[in-house]
């Protein structure tokens, strides 16, 4: 193998290569080839850093010198003064944005600097395609660790110890997991990772899987041992192409390494590792819904128990983690249980990953301890609300989860803080609000998924949440009363109580939660027939500027009722009576006198 | 069976089909597989763009499925199309962190410049419009797919422009 001095790190994950990765990583090999140095230095494509804001991201090691930002043009110069001359180019390093002080490295970085990564561990740092720099990382030693020296049963032990609960959502302890499949009787046993990903603002699986996909096969193979399965299926959803394909590639090498198949490391034990592709139901991320998808059908949830763990795929005991939670088992077995527990709060113990996004400066990924505040998430990594708006609200756990207000930033996050506050951790989904978002208006757009992905078997969650979702239609566009606001309590009660799975249980949140933090907003929706948020188009009022009209009669004649009337080079006005808020008269006006509230 | 049976059914060019041939190899290799009907239907998918329904009647035959079943199951999942597609598919992300930075507005406005509903295709077949979930671009947002190009940081403005670089 040649020894290189310098690796260029550049990622390719979904978000950089949107800002033009591929052309950047192209220039560097050009570049790098013009120069002869193609021995010495090596470019490689690796994994989501998490700083998608700042991309294309390329960082040099081992100077440890990380450029934001980078364009091919840039990438021209990084290579001239910084790799041939040894200059660190300091203009396309990362500004601190209020002092403007430039920082060399990445954990200097606010973004980076309470950042702990264990499951995100490799993505970033290695080339996900190339089997050799996973295990030069310490990547199969926990399975060959595993294999030769440990039973099943103090590997599950060491699981249990270490307080590992499931990140798919529901938290469920890990350990008691395998123990419960370990100990359900039968020759054939299936391992599954649940790579389904539905919440719609998060994608940190996809990162884990595009970044370091031998994580996730090593502790399946881990997990197969403990159990007693020699088979295991990765559902992954069809619209992940890349994560897809680095799979793919990964299980063949593992393959080749003897890491997978026969007779695993001459140990006599065998796994293999099968591909199951999702086709876009929310619904199948639930695991009896999935289980039923492998198998071929709808996939349509089924009552518990029997749990998975009893009887799941083909009727036999089946193991279902998600993507994050395997990530986290080599860590935990080549550091041991007391490291793990070290980390986190008294009852959620570790790291959890956060696709932090929205009216936030540094949108990303981030993996901190569990325990962190909203509010040093937020302000912190986050570096606070974009264009110095008013924070209103955050959203965790998807569209099962709640909206929280700025009293609880100070909460020190975990699986039950966020419960007892009205939300749920979730897939790790965290969506910042500002002043300008309508809360009536984003628990109609969650309600709104819940009613196209739930499946329709229970009646409370069919019809109850299309009657919700016309309600608060009908609250949006200025129809609402009162007793509508009591209905949807009342509903949202009943569609909890009496369905079946997780999808009915929690659908109700969304609106639950924020007509308990902003019960004003719907309250001025409903009475005042007004949008303090300036969101809900029906409820909106068109206004001409006197100060910026200069009566040119432009908006006079777009508008379609005549709504809009005055003379020639005077101020003109609208009647609110005849308006039908086409917007027609906003768009057309060149002087901004019109202005919409 | 027709005549039609070896030729293409997308459209009425006559030409053979070998895309056909594949498929019904695919079934057949899949014919003794558990739970081989969601692999059939993705490789169709992935073939011809949509599940063509006398391709549908193929599988099956092959996996000796009936008809209902398989449409029950190919109308469950959003990712199988019983309609053939546009040329273009525009897939505008409506995954939270988009819609809280306006996708609304852009969805809107493709649906109005284009003419059409959202998840259907154009009368002269040229676009798909689409509304997906996180592709995972948040930084981006909002973001939508056309093919394999990602666009980031949209403005409804942005949107004649983009549509005039596939209108060509
Ligand atoms: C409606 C619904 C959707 C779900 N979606 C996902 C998902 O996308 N990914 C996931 O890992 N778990 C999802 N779950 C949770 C799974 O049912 C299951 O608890 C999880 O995969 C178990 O793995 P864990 O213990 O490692 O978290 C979902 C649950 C429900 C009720
Ligand atoms: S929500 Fe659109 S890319 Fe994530």
């Known amino acids: ?51 998608c804001e700042k991309g294309p991201i390329v960082k040099i090691s081992p100077d440890n010198v990380f450029y934001v930002e980078v364009t091919p043009e840039k990438a021209v110069r990084i290579v001239k003064e910084h790799i041939i001359k040894g200059r660190v180019v300091e203009d396309y390093l990362y500004k601190e944005p209020e002092t403007k002080e430039v920082l060399h490295e990445q954990n200097e970085m606010p973004f980076y600097k309470k950042q702990l990564r264990i499951a995100l561990r490799n993505c970033g740092f290695i080339d996900p395609e190339n089997i050799y720099e996973y295990i030069a990382v310490d990547g199969y030693q926990a399975l060959g660790k595993v294999l030769t020296e440990m039973t099943p049963e103090k590997v599950i032990e060491e699981i249990k110890r270490s307080g590992l609960r499931g990140r798919g959502g529901g938290g469920f302890p890990t350990g008691v997991k395998w123990e ?16 389904d990903e539905g919440d719609p603002g998060a994608f940190m699986d996809r990162s884990i899987l595009e970044g370091d996909p031998h994580s996730v096969l090593e ?3 881990i997990c197969g041992y403990c159990i007693g399965a020699d088979k295991g299926y990765i559902y992954i959803r069809a619209e992940y192409p890349l994560a897809i394909q680095r799979l793919r590639i990964a299980i063949n090498q593992a393959y080749e390494f003897g890491l997978l198949g026969k007779n695993i490391l001459g140990t006599g034990f065998n796994f293999d590792i099968d591909l199951k592709y999702g086709a876009g139901a929310f619904i199948c991320g639930e695991e009896t819904a999935l289980i039923n998808s492998i198998e071929g059908g709808r996939g349509e949830p089924t009552v518990k128990p029997p749990f998975p763990a009893q009887k799941g795929l083909w009727k036999q005991p089946t193991n279902i983690n998600n993507v994050e939670t395997f990530a986290n088992i080599c860590p935990i077995l080549l ?42 998430i937020i302000y912190e ?37 966020l419960t007892q506050i009205g939300s749920m951790m979730g897939s790790g989904g965290m969506i910042v609000m500002d002043e300008d978002d309508c809360m009536v208006n984003i628990a109609k757009f969650y309600l709104e998924f819940s009613c196209e992905e739930s499946c329709g078997r229970c009646t409370a969650c069919r019809v109850g949440n299309t009657r919700m979702l016309e309600i608060l239609n009908e609250i949006t566009e200025g129809k609402g009363t009162m007793e509508h606001l009591d209905e949807l309590k009342e509903l949202g009660q009943i569609i909890k109580d009496s369905s079946l799975c997780g999808l009915g249980q929690t659908s109700p949140n969304p609106v639950l939660s924020t007509m308990n933090f902003f019960w004003d907003e719907y309250v001025a929706h409903v009475k005042d027939k007004n949008c303090p948020a300036g969101v809900c188009t029906a409820l909106l009022k068109y206004f001409i500027l006197p100060d910026k009209c200069v009566g040119c009669t432009a908006c006079a004649k777009v508008c379609p009722t005549n709504a809009i009337s005055g003379e020639v080079r005077k101020t003109h006005i609208i009647d609110q009576e005849k308006c039908i808020k086409c917007g027609a008269c906003m768009a057309t006006c060149r002087f901004n006198a019109i202005t919409r509230r | 069976m027709s005549n039609m049976e070896n030729k293409c059914c997308c459209c009425n060019c006559g030409q053979p089909d070998e895309r056909l041939e594949k498929v019904k190899k695919f079934i057949n290799d899949h014919k003794d597989v558990k739970g081989g009907l969601i692999p059939v239907l993705h490789f169709i998918q992935e073939t011809y763009g949509y599940l063509p329904e006398d391709v549908l009647e193929h599988v099956s035959d092959g996996l000796n499925i009936p008809m209902t079943e398989i449409f029950g199951v190919a109308s469950f999942y959003h990712f199988f199309s019983l309609e053939p597609k546009g040329e273009h598919i525009i897939r505008v992300c409506m995954g939270t962190a988009c ?40 930084g981006l947002a909002p973001v939508l797919t056309i093919g394999e190009k990602v666009y980031g940081r949209l403005t409804v403005d942005d949107v004649p422009r983009i549509l005039d670089e596939y209108r060509k």
Do not use: H
Not at chain 1, 2 to 14: A, H, S
Not at chain 1, 180 to 195: D, E, F, G, L, W
Not at chain 1, 342 to 356: C, D, N, P, R, Y
């Open chain 1, 335 to 376: 550091k041991g249980a007391d490291w793990f527990s070290s980390i986190g709060t008294e009852k959620s113990k570790g790291t959890k990953v956060f696709a932090l996004a929205g009216k936030v400066n540094n949108v990303g990924l981030v993996e901190v301890p569990m325990g962190l505040t909203l509010r040093e």
């Open chain 1, 381 to 417: 990594l986050g570096g606070g609300i974009k264009g110095d708006k008013k924070f209103k609200a955050v959203q965790t756990g998807g569209p099962s989860g709640g909206c929280i207000p700025a009293q609880n930033l100070d909460t020190p996050i975990d699986y039950d803080t």
């Open chain 1, 1 to 51: 193998m040649v020894k290189y001095r310098m690796d260029l790190l550049v990622c390719g994950g979904t978000g950089c290569q949107a800002s033009g990765s591929s052309e950047v990583v192209e220039t560097f090999k050009k570049e790098i080839e013009k120069e002869g140095l193609e021995n010495e230095i090596q470019v490689i494509t690796t994994g989501c850093f998490g700083f």
């Open chain 1, 180 to 195: 419960m499949t370990r100990k359900s009787k039968s020759n054939q046993k299936y391992v599954i990772c649940n790579a």
């Open chain 2, 99 to 138: 819609y809280v930075k306006g996708a609304q507005g852009i969805l809107d406005k493709f649906a109005r410049e284009l003419n059409v509903e959202v998840g259907k295709t154009t009368e002269d077949g040229k676009f798909t419009l689409e509304a997906t979930r996180c592709l995972g671009a948040c």
């Open chain 1, 219 to 221: 502790a399946m193979a």
